[in-house]
């Protein structure tokens, strides 16, 4: 079993940066693909962004693209996500999850992750 701890978020005005991190224990994670998600009040949870297991691949929805930057250090069994210029619609709990045996396609179907973390809180205010 590993356990995913997220750090980092908390209250940034709009235009604002925050870095997420996640930090994970009880496995190494360098074998697997790494993915954010995100869930805002009332709606359904949704991909951000992955990263393959070397670092090497980096996917992004539109919504994150050119904003928010997903990278890995394997050394320290921990992802970031930087993000840039919030605005208020990026307000939502972050999740960080664990993917094994990514092998191509899409990255973002939630049920391919076998570890989630508990969530951290990102509330961006206009």
């Known amino acids: 079993q590993a356990q995913l701890v997220e750090s980092g978020g908390g209250l940034v005005q709009a235009g604002g940066s925050l870095r997420l991190s996640c930090a994970a224990s009880?496995?190494?994670?360098?074998?697997?693909?790494m993915g954010w998600f995100r869930q805002a009040p009332g709606k359904e949870r949704e991909f951000v962004a992955a990263?393959?297991?070397?670092?090497?691949?980096?996917y992004y929805t539109n919504s994150g693209k050119g904003r928010f930057t997903i990278s890995r250090d394997n050394a320290r069994n921990t992802v970031y996500l930087q993000m840039t210029n919030l605005k208020p619609e990026d307000t939502a709990s972050y999740y960080c999850?664990?993917?094994?045996?990514?092998?191509?396609?899409?990255?973002?179907?939630?049920?391919?992750?076998?570890?989630w973390g508990q969530g951290t809180q990102v509330t961006v205010s206009s």
């Open positions: 009880g496995r190494t994670l360098s074998s697997y693909a």
């Open positions: 999850a664990a993917r094994p045996a990514y092998g191509g396609g899409y990255i973002g179907t939630q049920t391919d992750y076998a570890y």
């Open positions: 990263i393959s297991w070397s670092g090497s691949s980096t």
